[in-house]
């Protein structure tokens, strides 16, 4: 059983930063933030592997950056020039799929999932 657990999050105004944490205590093959909005359907935003290859929604290159410190197990989202669509709810999560690309993101459910942390851009 992975253990997911997202901190971070909070309300922000446009243009502003944010950075997500996520502590996990199994770092699996394929870790990634995946977004939610009121009445959308879930969006991966970005993945990184265990050998810290990234990819990333279009929608988000080059204002997130994604990372993780293996020796404190923590996965992170470093979140800049927000903008008010931006705003969802952000959960961390992982699997084992070799393949870890925000495209492969999209089309498998990903088998371990922390609970989510709340972004509001204003």
């Known amino acids: 059983h992975v253990q997911l657990v997202e901190s971070g999050g909070g309300s922000v105004q446009a243009g502003g930063s944010l950075r997500l944490s996520c502590t996990y205590d199994?770092?699996?093959?394929?870790m990634g933030w995946f977004r939610q909005a009121p009445g959308q359907q879930r969006e991966a935003v970005a993945t990184?592997?265990?050998?810290?290859?990234?990819t990333y929604a279009t929608s988000v290159e080059g204002r997130f950056t994604i990372s993780k410190d293996s020796a404190k197990s923590t996965l992170y989202l470093q979140l800049d020039s927000l903008i008010p669509s931006d705003s969802a709810k952000y959960y961390c999560?992982?699997?084992?799929?070799?393949?870890?690309?925000?495209?492969?993101?999209?089309?498998?459910?990903?088998?371990?999932w922390g609970r989510g942390t709340q972004v509001t851009v204003s």
């Open positions: 999560a992982a699997d084992s799929t070799s393949e870890c690309t925000v495209a492969r993101a999209m089309r498998v459910f990903f088998s371990y």
């Open positions: 199994y770092e699996r093959r394929c």
């Open positions: 990184i592997s265990r050998a810290g290859a990234t």
